[in-house]
């Protein structure tokens, strides 16, 4: 089984950055997707990024057109810990952000597709 663990969430003003970390744990994947989910109060979860790989080179990013171009999605295969650097922070990115793991480098941005998932980290932008 995969343990998945977020941390690097915390309070920041608008327009500031963080870099959310999630390390993952157990079974290993030679080819696989990681992603991030956000879940806002009282709204359901949905996707924010995804990196796949295959046989430990990228095969695809994906971004919601939310983030493009604010933050990126990255992968430390040697620590086995996917990141996401978040810039130009907003308030309406406040949310708890899950990272998910599945073994599939296609699926992706969809949550159903997900086996595995962490506790979240809490992100909160004030104005």
């Known amino acids: 089984q995969v343990q998945l663990v977020e941390s690097g969430g915390g309070l920041v003003q608008a327009g500031g950055s963080l870099r959310l970390s999630c390390a993952a744990s157990g079974r290993t994947f030679s080819s696989g997707a990681m992603g991030w989910f956000l879940q806002a109060p009282g709204k359901e979860r949905e996707f924010v990024a995804a990196?796949?790989?295959?046989?430990?080179?990228?095969?695809?990013?994906d971004y919601a057109d939310s983030v493009k171009g604010r933050f990126t999605i990255s992968r430390d295969n040697a620590k086995n810990t996917m990141y996401l650097q978040m810039n130009s922070l907003k308030p309406e990115d406040t949310a708890v952000y899950f990272c998910a793991a599945n073994s599939n480098p296609t699926a992706r941005t969809s949550r159903a597709f997900y086996d595995y998932w962490g506790q979240g980290t809490q992100v909160t932008v004030s104005s």
């Open positions: 990196i796949s790989w295959t046989r430990g080179n990228i095969y695809a990013t």
